[in-house]
């Protein structure tokens, strides 16, 4: 029995001494650890806002026009149609162009211009005609 004792003491004895020996490394290094901590930066604190986070809603507008001063509007919203077709008229479409910008208002205003010019035109032709027709009706009636 004594060595049985002898070789259970003696593996007892390593196992300390392993531990110890698997300890010191760690208690070797935690000095040099424990001398020279990391320095960190503390962080600096960032301004919290007082403005309030406002969700933006994206609406496309498209208002077309034809030579003859017809407009017309369309919206969408995200890719989606939401109106189309919808009538406008030309003072609308000119108000508004003046309250957006003063380049946006003189562009769309050399439209109307052309517009309105070709229905001057229109109008002359129209009145020499219902000239040429009240003066035949008259010959018809002094018959």
Known sequence: MSTETETEQAETVAASTEAEQAEQPEQAAAPVEQAAPPVKKPRAQR????????????????????????????????GKRMMQGVAVPAAAVSRAAAELHEDISKAIEGVLDAAR???RARMEELEAELSKVKAALADLQDS
Do not use: Y
């Open 117 to 119: 010019e070709q229905h």
């Open 47 to 78: 301004a919290q806002s007082t403005a309030k986070k406002t969700r933006t809603v994206e609406l496309t507008l498209t208002v077309t026009g034809t030579a003859e001063g017809e407009w017309q509007a369309e919206l969408t919203q995200a």
